[in-house]
Structure formats: C-alpha cells, structure tokens
C-alpha cells in the first residue's frame, strides 16, 4: 500500500505541472468567457457608451434601460411566450413517444428491435436544411404554416432521436425485479410500468423533458421559415429581427440575448447530472 | 409462441407512434426531395450546378469549415478535459459548468455575441490584439473573404468544444487510477503515460465525438447565416447557406438538388456510425 501511495503525493508535488495545468485553464476561461462577459456588461451600458471608441468591457454607468426596451418597445415578450409554448407542446409529445418507444426498446425483446433503434438515431444525422423545403410544404399544406403547432411537430425531428435514446438507456439502469416484484404481487404490467418503473425513471425522464425543451428553444433554421408572424415567430427569431426593428440598437440585442440565455443556464445547472448521463450514456455505448 | 406474438404486438404498439412520427419528418420529406431531383427538370438544374465552378468552391469550403471546426474543436475540448481530469486543479465541477456555458447558449445568441465582439472599430477583440501589439491595425474579421470562413469557424469551435470536454471528460473518468500508479511503479514517464493509457482508454469516446462534430458542422447554419447570411462576396457560403439561399428564392428544384448532395455526403458518415455502434455491440 505504501509503494501505491507514494507516486500520488509525487504528482502533487511537481509546480511545474500545476503552473502548466492552470495557466491552460486561464486560458481556456478567457477563450470561452469573453463574449460571454461583453454581452452581460454591454447590455447594462447606456447607449450613449456602447460606441465609445476605445471600446470598454464595464460600463461607466450601469442601467436597465435596455431590459425594459425589450420587455416594453419590442416584439421579444410575445416571442418569448411562443418559445415557452413550442417547447412545452414538443417536450410533452417527445416524452409521450419516448417514453413509450424507449420503454420497448429497453424491455422487451422483439424482432425488428435494432433496425428500429438505428431509424430512430439516424434521425439525427440528417442535416434540418435537407428537410426544410418539405416540411415547409407539408405543414402549409395541412394549414399549420405560421402557428406554434407547426413549429412544435417540426420540432420533433430534433428532439426524438436522442431523448428516446436517453430514456431507453433510463429505464435499461432500472433492475427488471422491481417490475417482476410489482406483478408478483398483483399488479398488470401495465401498473407496474406506472407504479414501480416510471417514479424511479422520474428525475430523469424530466431531465429528458427539459433536455427537449432546450433544444426547441434553440432551434433556428427550421422556425425562420415555419413562422411568419408575431403569433407564431419564436425567440431566437425574434433577436435577428431585432437589428432592423432598432436600427442595431446592440444594447437591446445584448439584453435579449441575456433573456434568452439565463433561463438556459439555470435549467442546466439544475440538471447537469441527468443530462451529462444521459448524453455521454447514449454517445458512449451507442 | 403465442406469448413472443403478443410482446411483439406490444412492442410495435409502444414504438409505433414514434416511428410514424419520425417517418412523417424524415423519410417522407427525403422521398420528396429525391423526387424532385431526379425529375427532368431537376437533371437539368443538377447538371449545370454540380459542373459550376461556384459549386465546387462551395463544395471546397463546406470541407475547409468541417476540417477546421472539427479540430479547433477537438483540441480545445479534449485540453479541457485533461486540465479538469489531472487532478491539479481545485473545483474541478465549477469550472466544467462554466465551460458548458457556449454550447448551452442558443447558436443565435452565440452568433450574435461574436458579431459584436468581431466589430471591426467598436469590438473588444480588435482593441484587446491592437493593445498587446500583436498586430497593428483592426482586422476585418467579417468582411475580408480570406478571413470571414475562419473567424466563423472560431464561433463553431467555441460553440461545441464544450461537448468534446463533456464525453471525453466523462471517458477519462473511467479510466482506473491504478492503471496510472502500476504504470508509474513500472516507471513510465508523463508522455508515455498519455500514449499508452489515455490515449487508448479515450479512442473510442473521440472517434463517436469527431463524428458528432462532423455532423455538427455539415449542418451548421445558425452561426453563418445570423453572422454574415454567407457574405460577402459569398465567402462564408457552405453547403446548408447555399441550400437556404435558394429556399428564400423559391428555387425549389435547386434546393432539391443541393439537399441530395448534402444527404449524400451525411450518408458517408451516417454509414460510419452505423459501424461504430455494431463494433460496440461485440
């Protein structure tokens, strides 16, 4: 045990290593908090300092001023109500067919198992703009063109692939005996799915539910040309609309980005476990 | 028998749903999109696009922006992970959520942040380079052609580093820590160390995440579009831009043909994945 501990408090022991392994770290901050940081403290500059020559990273006079542009003289409020409604009808319907697919991929054994499981995850693969000219046709066609609705179905070609995937790999980590148990002693499958498996599944499936979400609230390409309107236009949109709306008022813009980060970085830092499982589970073993 | 039937039947029942769906979204939509190509009028367009000389510089940065993209992003994840993983660096967790941060934020915001950072006479990066000394006047990060395609690249290797750091982050973790000490006890120094544990324990992990980084960035369009909409001079134009521009034209024939070649080149890659996933079967 001694030969065994003794190496450890060598690589301990070396600063030359330390000064290395910290100052990489430094740099890799810098590298990624940056504009991170321009765009907090830019969007509290007053726009008289926003095109101060040299430009500054602090602001000489904090304000609000262009929070309350965005949540008073602009179209983001709406938009934003339209990104929480898009997100919620995907993340509920993704939960519903993936609950249900993910569950028979993990527990029943079935022909046509695998071929099913490589359709779903290739789904992923497909680039968005190879499906955008016929998903816009086709959710004009059956009148869905500029209505949360159709951004939602869209949507889904997103979040399916992975968050089956993840809960398929969910419920493969719950032991089989608990649901044994449940019928043993009475229950149908049925109940037992409901009573024994999906409360233990619980946490993560809302990790996965919230994992959809995100991506909803993300997606760019496939809203732009699903909406038109305020009614239906959602937040990542609506910011690009921003530049003409305001003549490039880039404080507002900084303060709408702000908005549509933070509830992002909440929401993971409350289910960072569950995704980071979820994800490196479902990439690592395929 | 009858009891494999009905768990069949079951089966079909609870996937069904989500495969109508997922047929609905994919399948229909490329049946569509391979029909339109190959009709007459889709030949026509597919063989004056695909021999124009636009096209295969198009083609050639849509190559540029993968390769460049894929390594920044390899590198700088992979650094991250090693620097969270030796052991040298208190708060390891703290610093890995900052990290995530970029590839949390929507590609929109990202996008948006680096826009205003590249600005030629009121962004920071410029002031930041022109103050150290490290060069002598702005450079126009967006509106130079020779530069635009690897400025964005940086955007696209900031937005996904993070990803990289996460599996293979998650992939050093599991390498055992006595691996390290017998080798030590054998007398392997740090390089040999790295070439013969982590290295190989990590393979697998970078193989599945480089593949992930090529299918990322085959597909980007946020980034570029909200940044430059392809310009200028249609310098920063790949693949999905090109696809997109002739969308808002109404060039529908020609977006067809454009999604077939991109559907062609994810197919590679697809079939690579496919192989990966049966080799971990075994």
């Known amino acids: ?286 | 028998m009858a009891r494999t039937f009905v768990v069949e039947r079951r089966a079909y029942a609870l996937t069904g749903p989500t495969l109508v769906a997922m047929a609905l979204l994919t399948v229909v939509p490329i049946v569509v999109v391979i029909s339109r190509a190959a009709s007459a009028e889709g030949r026509a367009i597919a063989g004056s696009l695909l021999g124009s000389s636009q096209f295969h510089q198009i083609l050639g940065r849509t190559g540029i922006w993968t390769v460049v993209s894929v390594v920044g992003a390899m590198v700088i994840g992979f650094a991250a992970a090693l620097i969270l993983q030796s052991g040298h660096v208190r708060w390891p967790g703290l610093w890995r959520g900052i990290l995530m941060v970029p590839w949390i934020i929507p590609g929109v915001v990202g996008a948006t942040i680096w826009k205003w950072g590249y600005s030629s006479t009121y962004g920071l990066l410029n002031h930041a380079l022109v103050s150290l000394g490290l060069i002598d006047q702005p450079v126009q990060w967006l509106s130079n052609p020779e530069i635009v395609l690897y400025a964005l690249a940086a955007v696209q290797v900031w937005s996904t580093a993070p990803f990289v750091m996460l599996l293979l982050g998650a992939a050093l973790t599991s390498i055992p820590g006595e691996r390290y000490e017998a080798a030590r006890l054998d007398g392997a120094h740090a390089v040999g160390l790295f070439r013969h544990i982590t290295l190989p324990a990590v393979n697998a992990t970078a193989a599945i995440a480089t593949l992930m980084l090529v299918t990322f960035a085959l597909n980007a369009f946020t980034i570029i579009w909200v940044s430059t909409a392809g310009g200028p001079v249609g310098a920063s134009t790949i693949l999905p831009v090109e696809l997109y521009r002739a969308f808002q034209n109404g060039d529908d024939t020609t977006v067809a043909v454009i999604a077939c070649v991109q559907l062609l080149i994810s197919a590679v890659f697809a079939l690579i994945y496919v192989r990966s996933i049966k080799a971990g079967d075994e």
Request: proline share 5%; charged share 10%; net charge neutral.
């Open chain 1, 1 to 286: 045990m001694t030969a065994v501990t003794a190496p450890r408090r060598r690589k301990l022991r070396q600063p030359g290593t330390r000064i290395v392994v910290w100052l990489g770290l430094a740099v890799i901050l810098l590298w990624t908090l940056a504009p991170i940081t321009t765009m907090v403290f830019t969007s509290f500059k007053p726009a008289t300092e926003i095109f101060t020559i040299p430009p500054t990273l602090l602001p000489d006079e904090w304000t609000l001023d262009n929070y309350v542009t965005v949540f008073t003289a602009s179209s983001m409020p709406e938009a934003l109500r339209n990104s929480i409604v898009v997100g919620l009808i995907v993340a509920l319907l993704t939960l519903t067919l993936g609950t249900s697919a993910g569950y028979a991929l993990a527990r029943l054994r079935f022909r046509g198992a695998r071929s099913i499981s490589l359709f779903i995850l290739l789904g992923q693969m497909i680039p968005l703009t190879v499906l955008l000219l016929a998903l816009f046709q086709m959710i004009t066609a059956i009148g869905f063109h500029d209505t949360v609705l159709g951004v939602a179905f869209a949507h889904l070609v997103i979040t399916l692939p992975l968050v089956t995937w993840m809960i398929r790999n969910q419920i493969v980590a719950i032991p089989y005996e608990l649901e044994e148990a449940a019928m043993i002693d009475g229950c149908s499958r049925m109940d037992a799915v409901l009573y024994a498996v999906l409360p233990v599944a619980g946490p993560g499936l809302a990790a996965a539910g919230m994992f959809a979400f995100l991506q909803s609230w993300h997606e760019f390409v496939l809203a732009s040309v699903l909406t038109r309107s305020g009614q239906s236009r959602t937040a990542p949109i609506a910011l690009t609309e921003f530049s003409s709306e305001f003549d490039v008022d880039w404080g507002a813009t900084m303060a709408a980005s702000v908005v549509l980060t933070v509830p992002l970085v909440i929401a993971f830092v409350a289910l960072q476990r569950y995704l980071v499982n979820g994800l490196t589970g479902g990439a690592v073993k395929g």
